[in-house]
């Protein structure tokens, strides 16, 4: 990861005049700035001002299970899954991070913090999964829990163990595939992580009913650097114990970031559904879908025309949020080389384009995974040097 890293192509300001044709562009991480263009057009109707003696308490609700989060924003996010339809809010509890990755970690605590566990329970996702999460379960070298690769390849009985934990990421980073659960034994304990699960990126087809869900602000709406995340959690003692993570780890979470964020959350349930059909251009969503949508079609009209790659293909699939039939239109580019045991990250590499290779997400070298939501200008260079790839690249 290469977050220490200075961006070398204008991804963090999208109209960057300075962008570098001839320099590397960017497409490793997700950052969302493809999103910006729609926040500078809202102006200064989000824009919000805190004076030096607000908010100064490290307490937000005291009486509430989860003392530090904003009450404005727990109001924001049960309006906009109402909204939206794409998760169940009601009788859960949410519990706020600062990013997800913080709910993934406090998650896995949460999941195997019993205080008689011996040895570390398994995590494990399908592959190819997200290539955060065997660094993240890893990197403390915890007695708790511990990566353990593939769900299609996990062996509960080999590994002497009675339960595990499962993270089901649907859509799918890196691959937009809708997931279940796949290691479906007793024992085992489900995080759903539904990062992508908005009308942007995938048709809504039902709420999503689970015992953990993970959403966060950077995907929804693209506010990657306030770093909020939220979870919606059933059981009140899974609740709790999140809530400790969170308690021991960061006291809490900012409260600048949760009252901006409940905000702009707000803002997208004001102007939801209803606006859609009278075709408002005030609506994210809306616009988002178009954005991502035309996004999808450049790129496949590329990967048609040069013959090199395969890209997923997605169902059509009704949308409760939109009532159309839409394809999903994820945040990454799945993309595959056609010809078998290229090293495709090198490929696309050599032609200055920084991506991230299949094995990372516990898949082949042949793939490598291509961020969607880069600026206009980045995404531009992206097709231009795509389609200059030749083949006999061997
Ligand atoms: N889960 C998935 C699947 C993601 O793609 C990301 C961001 N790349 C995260 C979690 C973490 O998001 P956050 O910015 O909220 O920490």
């Given at each position: 990861v290469v977050f220490n890293q200075k961006a070398s192509n204008g991804s963090t300001k999208s109209s960057s005049p300075s962008t570098n044709i001839s320099k590397t562009i960017n497409l490793?991480?997700?950052?969302?700035?493809?999103f910006e263009p729609y926040w500078r057009k809202m102006g200064d109707k989000c824009t919000m001002v805190i004076s030096a003696s607000d908010s100064m308490s490290y307490f937000s609700d005291a009486g509430n299970l989860c003392w530090f989060l904003e009450p404005k924003l727990g109001d924001s996010i049960r309006n906009l899954h109402h909204e939206i339809g794409n998760a169940k809010s009601n009788g859960r509890h949410i519990v706020v991070g600062t990013g997800s990755t913080q709910l993934y970690q406090a998650a896995l605590y949460a999941l195997s913090s019993s205080p008689d566990r011996t040895h570390p329970i398994s995590v494990v996702s399908a592959a190819?999964?997200?290539?955060?999460y065997p660094e993240e379960t890893d990197y403390l070298r915890s007695g708790l829990y511990k990566w353990a690769g593939d769900a299609y390849k996990f062996d509960k009985e080999e590994d002497g163990n009675t339960n595990y934990i499962e993270v089901v990421n649907s859509p799918s980073n890196p691959d937009g595939s809708i997931r279940e659960a796949v290691v479906k034994r007793t024992g085992g304990k489900l995080i759903h992580d539904?990062?992508?699960?908005?009308p942007q990126y995938t048709p809504i087809t039902r709420p999503a009913d689970h015992d953990i869900m993970l959403f966060t602000f950077s995907k929804c709406?693209?506010?990657?650097?306030?770093r909020i995340g939220w979870a919606l959690v059933k059981d009140t003692e899974v609740a709790k114990k999140m809530i400790k993570f969170i308690e021991l780890n960061s006291?809490?979470?900012?409260k600048e970031s949760q009252l901006r964020a409940a905000m702009i959350l707000g803002k997208l349930s004001d102007n939801s559904y209803q606006n859609l059909n009278s075709n408002k251009p005030d609506n994210f969503f809306e616009f988002s879908q178009c954005l991502l949508a035309e996004r999808w079609k450049k790129l496949r009209e590329v990967v048609k025309r040069n013959q090199l790659f395969i890209l997923p293909d997605y169902p059509l699939e009704y949308c409760n949020f939109t009532r159309k039939f839409t394809q999903s239109h994820p945040a990454f580019a799945w993309l595959q080389c056609k010809?078998?045991?290229?090293d495709c990250e090198k490929l696309i590499k050599a032609h200055k384009m920084m991506v991230r290779g299949g094995v990372r997400f516990g898949a082949e070298k042949k793939y490598v995974r291509v961020s969607m939501l880069s600026s206009e200008v980045v995404f531009n260079l992206f097709l231009q040097r795509l389609s200059a790839i030749k083949g006999n690249f061997n």
């Amino acid at each position: 990861v290469v977050f220490n890293q200075k961006a070398s192509n204008g991804s963090t300001k999208s109209s960057s005049p300075s962008t570098n044709i001839s320099k590397t562009i960017n497409l490793d991480q997700g950052d969302p700035t493809v999103f910006e263009p729609y926040w500078r057009k809202m102006g200064d109707k989000c824009t919000m001002v805190i004076s030096a003696s607000d908010s100064m308490s490290y307490f937000s609700d005291a009486g509430n299970l989860c003392w530090f989060l904003e009450p404005k924003l727990g109001d924001s996010i049960r309006n906009l899954h109402h909204e939206i339809g794409n998760a169940k809010s009601n009788g859960r509890h949410i519990v706020v991070g600062t990013g997800s990755t913080q709910l993934y970690q406090a998650a896995l605590y949460a999941l195997s913090s019993s205080p008689d566990r011996t040895h570390p329970i398994s995590v494990v996702s399908a592959a190819p999964y997200y290539s955060q999460y065997p660094e993240e379960t890893d990197y403390l070298r915890s007695g708790l829990y511990k990566w353990a690769g593939d769900a299609y390849k996990f062996d509960k009985e080999e590994d002497g163990n009675t339960n595990y934990i499962e993270v089901v990421n649907s859509p799918s980073n890196p691959d937009g595939s809708i997931r279940e659960a796949v290691v479906k034994r007793t024992g085992g304990k489900l995080i759903h992580d539904l990062a992508y699960y908005w009308p942007q990126y995938t048709p809504i087809t039902r709420p999503a009913d689970h015992d953990i869900m993970l959403f966060t602000f950077s995907k929804c709406t693209g506010h990657a650097g306030s770093r909020i995340g939220w979870a919606l959690v059933k059981d009140t003692e899974v609740a709790k114990k999140m809530i400790k993570f969170i308690e021991l780890n960061s006291i809490g979470v900012s409260k600048e970031s949760q009252l901006r964020a409940a905000m702009i959350l707000g803002k997208l349930s004001d102007n939801s559904y209803q606006n859609l059909n009278s075709n408002k251009p005030d609506n994210f969503f809306e616009f988002s879908q178009c954005l991502l949508a035309e996004r999808w079609k450049k790129l496949r009209e590329v990967v048609k025309r040069n013959q090199l790659f395969i890209l997923p293909d997605y169902p059509l699939e009704y949308c409760n949020f939109t009532r159309k039939f839409t394809q999903s239109h994820p945040a990454f580019a799945w993309l595959q080389c056609k010809e078998e045991d290229v090293d495709c990250e090198k490929l696309i590499k050599a032609h200055k384009m920084m991506v991230r290779g299949g094995v990372r997400f516990g898949a082949e070298k042949k793939y490598v995974r291509v961020s969607m939501l880069s600026s206009e200008v980045v995404f531009n260079l992206f097709l231009q040097r795509l389609s200059a790839i030749k083949g006999n690249f061997n």
